[in-house]
Nanobody, 126 residues
C-alpha cells in the first residue's frame, strides 16, 4: 500500500525559500498524480499545486503562481514543491496526496485524493 511522507518544512523569514519533499513508499514506482495542499489554522484545506505522471503537466493555485514550482523524480519516487519568495500568508501545514491513478488532468479538489501524508509545517515570519 502506498504511503506518503512529507519533509522540508520549517521556519523561514518572508522572502525566503523552502523545498518540500513528498516521498512515496510501499510501491515499486510512483507513477501517480500528486497534489500539494495546505491548511492554515482556522481555515479550510486548499489546493496549492499538482503534477501528473510522468510530470509533463503541472498546475498552481493563483496565490502561489510564479513563486512555487512542483516537480518529480520518478526513479526516486519523490515529488518536490519548491517555494520561493514566501510570505506570512503561506504559513500552513502542507500535505501531499495521491490518487493512485495516472491520468492527464490535475485534480484540484481534496476529495479526489485517496492517500495523504501526515503533513509538514511551514511558518513564515514577517
Amino acid at each position: 500500500q502506498v504511503q506518503l511522507a512529507e519533509s522540508g518544512g520549517g521556519l523561514v523569514q518572508a522572502g525566503g525559500s523552502l523545498r518540500l519533499s513528498c516521498v512515496a513508499s510501499g510501491i515499486p514506482t510512483f507513477s501517480y498524480r500528486v497534489g500539494w495542499f495546505r491548511q492554515a489554522p482556522g481555515k479550510e484545506r486548499e489546493f496549492v499545486s499538482g503534477i501528473n505522471w510522468p510530470g509533463a503537466r503541472t498546475e498552481y493555485a493563483d496565490p502561489v503562481k510564479g513563486r512555487f514550482s512542483v516537480s518529480r523524480e520518478n526513479v526516486k519516487k519523490i515529488v518536490y514543491l519548491q517555494m520561493d519568495n514566501l510570505n506570512p500568508e503561506d504559513t500552513a501545514t502542507y500535505y501531499c496526496a495521491t490518487t493512485e491513478s495516472r491520468g492527464w488532468d490535475i485534480l484540484t479538489t481534496g476529495t479526489a485524493y485517496t492517500i495523504w501524508g501526515h503533513g509538514t509545517q511551514v511558518t513564515v515570519s514577517s
